[in-house]
């Protein structure tokens, strides 16, 4: 049973337009969401994250988005950038625990 | 700081041999986390320490697996007897008490 999806594999852009991922989420106990960037070899880094009293968290270029309602969770990365290219994996965490549980991950391939 | 530190990176082995896999988390890190990644299931959480005692274990496949913690800045996964299902990257991460977790670079392991 796969409490954290995300639902699409692979994702295309082009360079300097918008980045959108996507992250489903089934436990309704998770409070605490993250994303992390993995490079081919490397292990994953945490990129950005939001608690469930959110609903919008931003850095730099990086924004994710909580829709508590429908259990779901953007990335949006803009302006996208070559290097942006990567494998990035949505968490979620229960409160009360320090255990996450990652989906499959989609891997963002941006186009110069 | 050098952050997680994983040996060896790659690891290559027949079939019914022992395997250990070493982690070194980053220093004042309370938490340690052993993660197996395949294509089929992803990144799963096989076992976490806290301040050296095992919290959870309830992700290791089977009794051919085990993780210790002797001291607060060492941990091994053995795998005894390995089998070629076996083979997949297992990552260390380590957290300073938050929800971020830190990720070794992974052990590639290979059982033919």
């Known amino acids: 049973d796969q409490q954290v999806k995300q639902n699409s594999p692979s994702l295309s852009v082009q360079e300097g337009r918008i980045s959108i991922l996507n992250c489903d989420y089934t436990n309704s106990m998770f409070d605490y969401f993250l994303w992390y960037k993995k490079y081919p070899a490397e292990g994953p880094t945490f990129l950005i994250s939001?608690?469930?009293?959110?609903d919008k968290n931003e850095d730099g270029r990086f924004t994710v988005f909580l829709n508590k309602s429908a259990k779901h969770l953007s990335l949006h990365i803009v302006p996208s950038q070559p290097g942006d290219s990567a494998v990035y994996f949505c968490a979620a965490n229960r409160a009360g625990s320090y255990q996450l549980t990652f989906g499959k991950g989609t891997k963002l391939s941006v186009i110069p | 700081d050098a952050g997680v530190i994983q040996s060896p990176r790659h690891e290559v082995t027949e079939m019914g041999q022992e395997v250990t896999l070493r982690c070194k988390p980053i220093?004042?890190?309370?938490?340690l986390f052993w993660y197996r990644q395949t294509m089929m299931r992803g990144l799963e959480l096989l076992i976490y320490?806290?301040?050296?005692?095992?919290?959870?274990d309830s992700g290791m496949p089977e009794d051919r697996f085990s993780a210790k913690m002797p001291n607060a800045s060492f941990s091994t996964l053995k795998i005894q007897p390995s089998e070629p299902r076996d083979s997949a990257v297992y990552f260390c991460?380590?957290?300073?008490?938050?929800?971020?977790?830190?990720f070794g670079p992974g052990t590639r392991l290979t059982v033919t």
């Open positions: 991460a380590s957290s300073p008490n938050t929800y971020e977790q830190y």
């Open positions: 320490f806290n301040n050296n005692v095992p919290i959870d």
């Open positions: 939001i608690s469930s009293i959110k």
């Open positions: 220093s004042g890190h309370d938490y």
